[in-house]
C-alpha cells in the first residue's frame, strides 16, 4: 500500500458540480501509480484514494452550483448548463458512459443500483452529447484534449458518431430534474 500523499494537480479545480469533481477523478491518472479509478475519502472531499494502488491525495476545488444535502448522492447532478465540461472532454465522458453502462449490465447487486448505473450511464452520455454541433456528426478535434482522446478520436472516429450516441441516449432513463 502507497502511504505516500500527494496533491492532485496544481491549482484549485474550477467545477460546476461536486459530481463533475468526481468524474473529473474518475478519468484522472493516479499521481503515484497513473492508474486508478481515484475516490473521494468522504461524501465531498478534498481527500482522495486511488482504487489501484490505494495512495492517497488531496484535490483542491470550487463548485459553481452547490447541491443541498438532501441530494442522493448515487443520483448524478453533473451540469446544470448547456455548456460542456471544461475539465472532461469529450472521449473521458464516453469512458465513463461505457463504464457505468456495463456496471448497469453486468454488476448490479440490486434493482436500485442498476437503476442508479443506468442515470450515471444517461448523465455522462448527456454530457458529452454537449460536445456536438446539432448539425454534425463527428465532433472537432478540439473536444477531446488529452492524448488518449486524441488518439481515441483519430483512430476510432466510428466510436464518436453523433447519431449512434443520441441513440444509446434514448434507451437509457431520462435524468431528474435540477434541483431548486
Given at each position: ?18 459530481d463533475e469533481v468526481r468524474c ?82 453486468n454488476h448490479p447487486t440490486s ?41 481515441a478520436l483519430e483512430n476510432h ?24
Open positions: 500500500m502507497v502511504t505516500k500523499s500527494s496533491k492532485l494537480v496544481d491549482s484549485p479545480v474550477e467545477a460546476l458540480t461536486l473529473f477523478l474518475e478519468v484522472t491518472p493516479c499521481p503515484s501509480c497513473q492508474t486508478g479509478p481515484l475516490v473521494f475519502d468522504g461524501p465531498s472531499g478534498p481527500t482522495f484514494t486511488c482504487q489501484a494502488c490505494e495512495g492517497t491525495g488531496e484535490i483542491e476545488f470550487s463548485v459553481e452550483y452547490p447541491l443541498p444535502d438532501t441530494i442522493d448522492p448515487d443520483i448524478p447532478h453533473i451540469n446544470p448548463t448547456e455548456d460542456p465540461s471544461q475539465l472532461v472532454d469529450l472521449n473521458q465522458w464516453l469512458g465513463l458512459y461505457y463504464l457505468h453502462a456495463e456496471a448497469a449490465d434493482a436500485t443500483e442498476h437503476h442508479n448505473h443506468q442515470l450515471w450511464a444517461a448523465a455522462c452520455l448527456a454530457e458529452a452529447l454537449k460536445f456536438y454541433d446539432v448539425d454534425e456528426e463527428l465532433p472537432k478535434p478540439e473536444t477531446c484534449w488529452t492524448e488518449t482522446s486524441q488518439a472516429p466510428d466510436v464518436f458518431n453523433r447519431s449512434a450516441l443520441v441513440d444509446l441516449r434514448t434507451k437509457l432513463p431520462p435524468l431528474p430534474e435540477w434541483p431548486e
